[in-house]
């Protein structure tokens, strides 16, 4: 009789989880896809060997989602459409969510090779920026382990972001070649390739019914070719996708000009479409301009499109049920050509009715919006945008005529609030408002945090907002307690394990909760403080073999890692440091307990004045740490390629978390929450998700400085004048002071000037109001770290009253206000 996978009775290499099992299944992988033994073995191959082997295990639940979405009529999906996935290293939480690690380890210990090397030696798929890409990828992790069927749809880069090295303090940026050793995770599916049109014109015609309907004839054609990453929940038994498109040509090899004897003609088009998935922009740079970012945001949009109605027929069902197949978030503005794509393919694809097509649409989609900055908010040239998307474009202004004649029956005579609504922005150049269109063809609009979905709605949306407040609603961001504690930070994980058991591994805001029971716990406080002892061990170890800097473990380990932003004001945190570092100078002799500031993060490439921030950082540390007046007991050090492999090993080693971006700028963070539930205390404003952080927390267990957003709008309107608070702060005239006269550039008053000189006469982020009470702050931090028992029972309750801030709970919301889905774990 054959027997099938997954029965226990029959010993099957594929799906056999016991250590001796594993052991053949590595060795297998190691000879058959790799062609090796153990002798000849790379670590890579080892890498692969053990991959495969893991893969194999997912593939039951892998195929049985698939089968859930494709077979069954009832059931509705989410497509979570984001530009980013950054998924971060796959084994250790593929590993972890099958329950496998400890046979495995085993298993390999037997060969000599060690489960964690291989681990560690992942090299991570950077397919997103930061926050919004990262977001994603633990949407995903939560839809999976909550049982809610779900495809990511995204784009397969082929360079994700850069890898950051650091020359002499600058940041210098290489190519990320992540899939140059093979992506073991993916199947590509070619039988579910679509083709996908640019560029042409459009035309009229009479169909057979005679019907005036109109058709696009796009210029160019690229071929979109599905790569599938499986996404399987905690515990193993359910498991979503996340497609991933990348582009070909649809004709690789052109036999005409080769023929002729164009050699490179011949491959032309194969070059120039492959462009379209080449590379991930970074963010914080203009997008005006740049025609191929909007080709590769239609590209993946078009091509999920096609594949979700292609599930849809393959259900029978028909087409005006469509939303009820799919509920489709649209990560950001990013996807939003979608609602013009979907339009485009009910009704001149298939002759829908307008009416009842943009019923369907916005029956489909939601948005989430991710900043308030408002150089962030997409706009596309009309020029430009029509001469991609013609038929787009013209789908557009349909819309946008629809609605303003909808909003000047409601408002008759308003003609300013038609022009502050319309999809379309008058002023030259005439542009498309992406972020308009998104609310417009949805039926839910939701920010990440409660007080950046108020701002939206009281500013930057404040007219969509009282036409249609129902649409409007809060979805705080959260982070997955698989990764961002089970899995990297084993020993505080095993430590809050002993205590409460493991049902908080995936019943996160239910259980965690237990653990405020041994907040003052002499042992429980000891056994804490020695794990938060031994992971900062572990990242001084990382530093010292990367960077050359000791770390003393023994030291206040404060932490800034997040991408480099003036609003973010990593030059807030570098004032200060250059501040305690006066102090010293001045008394060297005065008690100063061991401070050791830690930051990390990209810049993007053409952000001047970020990436002056970062070389400023570099040459205060380096000033710092050689002076022997200090002695060590300040230490400022940099980790370079801050990535989710990075985070992993520094969030487990943090005391202190910077969240002091200046109030109302940072829509929620999702840094801040990675850092409180490994025990980490946050110092930080009121801004984003720091808000209702400090609520659940305590104010007692939250260090606060800063403005308020209010209070921000208030101190512009009186007319900002950050010199007025130089000249009245010693501290901080003589912090400027020291940069601008070269104190950290041997002498050069140039290299810095940009920074000093923003900071005096602009100061747009508000670093200099909030210098002194951000000091004031710090004395009280450092006061609270000298008492250790009341700062590790500080710590203790920032893990116990973060359970909010699971993304399982994020996700339960979108089910519940924005899907109507219910989960099928619970
Ligand atoms: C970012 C915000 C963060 C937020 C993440 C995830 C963008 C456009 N926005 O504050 O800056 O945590 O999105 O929501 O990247």
């Known amino acids: 009789m054959p027997k099938g996978p997954g029965n226990k009775s029959c010993h099957n290499v594929r799906t056999d989880c016991t250590a001796p099992g594993l052991r053949q299944a590595v060795l297998d992988n190691l000879y058959y896809v790799s062609g090796n033994t153990p002798v000849t073995a790379s670590a890579q191959d080892w890498y692969d060997a053990v991959a495969y082997c893991v893969r194999d295990r997912m593939l039951k639940a892998w195929n049985e989602g698939i089968e859930r979405i494709t077979k069954a009529l009832d059931l509705r999906a989410v497509a979570y459409l984001s530009a980013e996935f950054l998924i971060g290293p796959q084994l250790g939480s593929n590993v972890l969510a099958l329950g496998i690690a400890e046979p495995l380890r085993e298993a390999l210990a037997t060969l000599g090779q060690d489960l964690d090397a291989i681990v560690d030696g992942e090299h991570e798929p950077g397919l997103g920026n930061g926050g919004l890409g990262r977001l994603a990828a633990c949407y995903m992790d939560s839809m999976a382990t909550l049982g809610v069927p779900a495809i990511g749809y995204g784009i397969h880069y082929e360079f994700g972001m850069f890898t950051q090295t650091i020359r002499d303090g600058w940041q210098v940026e290489m190519a990320d070649k992540w899939l140059r050793q093979g992506f073991p995770w993916e199947i590509v599916q070619h039988e579910f390739a679509v083709e996908v049109g640019l560029g042409g014109s459009t035309e009229t015609f009479l169909d057979a019914g005679g019907r005036l309907r109109v058709r696009w004839n796009p210029e160019k054609r690229i071929l979109a070719v599905p790569h599938d990453i499986p996404v399987i929940g905690y515990g193993g038994t359910f498991c979503n996708v996340l497609r991933l498109w990348s582009a070909e040509a649809v004709d690789a090899f052109d036999f005409g000009s080769f023929s002729s004897g164009d050699y490179g003609k011949a491959v032309e088009e194969k070059i120039l479409s492959e462009t379209i998935s080449k590379v991930l922009y970074p963010n914080d740079e203009p997008y005006q301009g740049k025609v191929l970012r909007l080709g590769q945001q239609y590209f993946f949009v078009s091509a999920s499109l096609r594949d979700m109605l292609r599930v ?463 000091m004031h702050c710090q004395a009280l931090v450092m006061e609270a770290c000298r008492d250790t028992a009341r700062f590790t029972r500080m710590s203790i309750l920032n893990v116990a009253r973060l359970g909010k801030f699971s993304s399982d709970r994020s996700i339960r919301d979108y089910c519940r206000d924005i899907w109507n889905i219910t989960p099928e774990l619970g």
């Not at 002023?427 to 839910?444: I, K, N, T």
């Not at 430590?495 to 591994?505: D, F, K, N």
Request: glycine letters at 8%; proline letters at 5%.
């Open 312 to 774: 849809q027929q393959m259900l029978g069902k028909p087409l005006d049920t469509f939303h009820t197949t799919f509920a489709i978030q649209l990560n950001d503005t990013h996807p939003a050509v979608a609602v013009a794509e979907l339009m485009r393919l009910l009704v001149d694809g298939h002759g829908m009715e307008w009416e009842r097509a943009w019923a369907v649409t916005t029956k489909c989609f939601s948005y989430t919006n991710h900043t308030l900055l408002p150089e962030a908010l997409e706009k596309w040239p009309v020029e430009l945008f029509g001469g991609l998307l013609p038929r787009h474009l013209e789908i557009i202004y349909e819309i946008n005529r629809r609605f303003l004649e909808e909003v000047r029956a409601a408002y008759p005579g308003d003609e300013g609030l038609a022009a502050r609504l319309s999809l379309i922005d008058e002023a030259s150049p005439r542009s498309v408002r992406m972020a308009h269109l998104a609310v417009v063809g949805s039926h839910a609009v939701n920010g990440v945090a409660a007080l950046h979905t108020e701002l939206l709605k009281t500013h930057v949306m404040q007219d969509f907002a009282a036409l249609t407040p129902q649409k409007f609603c809060n979805v705080t961001n959260g982070v997955t307690p698989r990764r961002f504690l089970a899995l990297c930070n084993p020993r505080l994980a095993a430590c809050i394990t002993s205590r409460i058991g493991p049902a908080w591994i995936n019943r996160f805001e239910e259980e965690i909760g237990k653990l405020e029971a041994f907040a003052d716990d002499p042992g429980f406080q000891a056994q804490w403080r020695g794990i938060k002892r031994e992971n900062k061990a572990a990242l001084s170890a990382l530093a010292e073999k990367h960077l050359g800097v000791a770390l003393n473990p023994d030291a206040v380990f404060d932490v800034q890692v997040k991408r480099v932003h003036e609003y973010k004001r990593q030059h807030l945190n570098i004032l200060r440091v250059i501040a305690l570092y006066s102090a010293i100078k001045r008394d060297p002799g005065a008690e100063f307990s061991p401070l050791a500031v830690l930051f990390g993060g990209k810049a993007a490439p053409g952000y001047f004045m970020a990436k002056r921030v970062i070389k400023l950082i570099h040459n205060v540390a380096q000033v710092i740490n050689g002076d022997p007046d200090v002695g060590g007991r300040l230490t400022v050090a940099y980790i370079p390629n801050f990535n989710v492999r990075v985070g992993q090993v520094v969030y487990p080693a943090a005391d202190i978390s910077q969240q002091i971006s200046l109030a109302g700028k940072e829509a929620s963070g999702t840094g801040n929450m990675k850092f409180g539930i490994n025990g980490a205390v946050t110092m930080g404003t009121l801004d984003g998700a720091n808000v209702e952080m400090r609520q659940c927390v305590g104010e007692e267990n939250f260090f606060l400085f800063g403005l308020t957003a209010p209070e921000v709008v208030e101190v512009k309107r009186n007319g900002y004048d950050p010199r007025a608070y130089a000249a009245t702060d010693p501290v901080l005239g003589q912090a400027l002071d020291m940069i601008a006269s070269g104190a950290f550039s041997a002498g050069d008053r140039e290299i810095f000037r940009p920074i000093v000189d923003n900071l005096l006469y602009q100061d747009e982020y508000m670093v200099l109001a909030d210098f002194a009470s951000y």
